[in-house]
């Protein structure tokens, strides 16, 4: 396997971190053929020195080359490159994305209702500390962490101890699509203005508008993937703008 440092080093429209300039160099090199479908890529730590990052680094950025569907990675042999395009339903831990924009539409939509005609003063202050957080949060580790707590505290708001359990669930899955979203489709910043028009809503107790937010939020998380597994077909959302239903 040959691998250009030429492609990492490139100009890119936005700064990018270590494990986002890995993935996209490994990325590129399977969608252009240097990577064939069934060749084994070289271990962590080899990816390690040739990129000269941290091993850590190297496996964020070969676990999202998975959830793409470009990679396999087979116990006790390595990782083999499984297809020369990204699978259009990606896999996040023990999900699909479809599964989880199913049951999303399902249960957050109607909870955020339940949480703008319920929440308590508790759950005002803790939205409000958790998106305030998420706005100011520099680390990208520490933001999905709190955007996958903030979306079980819009669920523990509704008053239905139910909802909050199906949340954490899928905790696990939810926090692999925001980075797979954060890497490949820039979702933090928009992701922060959703999750502020959702908490005014449910701050102003009005249960239509938070049950539009929330519908809102997961259309662009739908666009924003899209955009991601069929290149050209999709665009993710401007900040800012409307989402009709």
């Known amino acids: 396997m040959t691998l250009s440092d030429s492609r990492t080093s490139g100009g890119v429209p936005r700064r ?38 941290s091993r850590s680094v190297v496996r ?9 569907g470009l990679t396999v ?20 831990g023990s999900y699909s994305a479809r599964d989880l924009l199913e049951v999303r539409r399902h249960v957050e939509i109607p909870v955020a209702g339940y949480a703008a005609s319920r929440r308590t003063q508790d759950d005002i202050h803790l939205l409000t500390h958790l998106i305030g957080k998420m706005e100011q949060e520099p680390d990208p580790t520490a933001w999905v962490a709190l955007d996958t707590l903030f979306h079980i505290s819009v669920a523990q708001a509704s008053g239905n101890p139910v909802f909050r359990k199906i949340i954490e669930e899928i905790r ?25 028009a959702l908490v005014e809503a449910i701050l102003d107790g009005s249960e239509g508008a938070a049950v539009q937010a929330m519908a ?16 050209g077909t999709a665009h993710p959302p401007n900040e800012g703008e409307e989402i009709h239903e």
């Open 172 to 196: 696990d899955a939810l926090a692999r699509q925001s980075t797979f979203l954060n890497q490949l489709g820039d979702r933090r910043r928009q992701s922060d203005l959703e999750h502020r």
């Open 216 to 231: 809102a939020h997961l259309e662009h998380v739908e666009i924003t993937l899209n955009a991601i597994v069929r290149p």
């Open 73 to 92: 990675s087979r116990a006790g042999k390595g990782t083999y490159v499984a297809a020369s395009g990204p699978d259009q339903n990606p896999i996040f």
């Open 16 to 53: 990018i971190s270590a494990t986002d300039a890995v993935l996209a160099h490994l990325r590129d090199a399977i969608e252009r053929g240097e990577l064939t479908v069934g060749e084994k890529l070289p271990t962590e730590a080899e990816l390690g020195k040739h990129f000269e990052v």
């Open 60 to 68: 964020e950025a070969l676990r999202t080359l998975q959830a793409l």
